[in-house]
């Protein structure tokens, strides 16, 4: 899961100017001010650097960035 972490905290610092101190595993969505449409782009951009379906539900505002990028990882392994 670090490197889907990493990648995806890249994401969250280079299409939302969340800077990579703020953020942890345990750090939600809510806490960084996400909101709605912020997810949809992020899940669009997760899309393209991870090559895999995102759907709506995979990422919720309540998530925390680690159970994102769990649910990416797993969504990962199962089509590779």
Known sequence: MNDVYDRLVGL???GFGIEPDEVSTE???NE????SLALVE???AA????GV???DD???????IGQAAEAI???AVSIG
């Open 12 to 14: 969250l610092t280079r």
């Open 42 to 44: 992020l899940g669009l």
């Open 53 to 55: 379906k995102i759907e």
């Open 73 to 75: 990882a797993a969504k």
């Open 58 to 64: 995979d990422i919720r505002s309540s998530d925390s």
């Open 27 to 29: 750090t939600t969505f």
């Open 32 to 35: 960084l001010e996400m909101d």
């Open 47 to 50: 899309q393209d650097e991870f």
